[in-house]
């Protein structure tokens, strides 16, 4: 069963500009979880998408936003590019939504704003 | 006070010994995640525990729910081993709220 692809995996934008990154589950999996990697902040949590519905959400500006389509697949949206917006952003995916389903990570997009 | 600590933040060690992190966390959780990222940035999902201890090759996971508390060793550590590995508790469902990572060196 293939794992949890994210495309593309590396993105050069600059300030101001706006970027569309895509998650493909694993097959079968129907939440989607999105989360920010930075040096100084480490991993945070974006959002989470289960049956193409927004089921929780962190602490982001609007210029963060997401979706989830009826194959599961996700995309998330940042508008607006900042520097400070440079990471790697990680989706996991799990079969269900709640507490006790375990995630598995994609290897990540690392968008580079300059 | 951030809501997960793992101790120690660095660790080095020589192949072959035991290693132990630390995880603690203040919010009520109901599992917790033990996670491995190699340089390059790939994250991925050694255990998901509840209660007691799991065992893996030679990964170890033990949790104490009522101390709020988990440990994860590894036996016979290998230089492979070298990698960040963070603790992360779900919170209001599948938010995970992270531990700010353990960097493990293993020298041959």
């Known amino acids: 069963k293939a794992g949890v692809t994210q495309t593309p995996r590396y993105l050069i934008k600059t300030r101001g500009q706006q970027v569309t990154l895509s998650c493909s589950p694993i097959s079968g999996h129907r939440s989607v979880s999105w989360y920010q990697q930075t040096p100084g902040q480490g991993l945070q949590f974006l959002f989470e998408y289960f049956s193409e519905t927004q089921r929780n959400k962190g602490n982001f500006p609007g210029r963060f936003s997401g979706r989830q389509f009826s194959n599961s697949r996700s995309e998330m949206n940042v508008s607006t590019l900042e520097l400070g917006d440079s990471a790697l952003y990680l989706c996991?995916?799990?079969?269900?939504?709640?507490?006790?389903?375990?995630?598995?990570f994609g290897p990540g997009t690392r968008l580079t704003v300059l | 006070k951030n809501e997960v600590e793992q101790s120690p933040q660095n660790l080095t060690a020589q192949e072959g010994e035991f290693i132990t992190i630390n995880c603690s966390y203040s919010v009520g959780i109901s599992a917790l995640h033990w996670l491995q990222q190699h340089p390059g940035g790939g994250i991925v999902s050694l255990f998901m525990l509840s209660s007691g201890k799991k065992k893996h090759g030679r990964l170890i996971a033990t949790i104490n729910i009522q101390e709020k508390h988990s440990s994860l060793h590894i036996t016979a550590s290998h230089p492979r081993d070298s990698a960040v590995y963070i603790c992360?508790?779900?919170?209001?469902?599948?938010?995970?709220?992270f531990g700010t990572g353990t960097r493990l060196q293993v020298f041959p």
């Open positions: 992360a508790v779900p919170y209001n469902t599948d938010k995970l709220i």
């Open positions: 996991a995916s799990s079969l269900l939504w709640g507490e006790y389903n375990e995630q598995f």
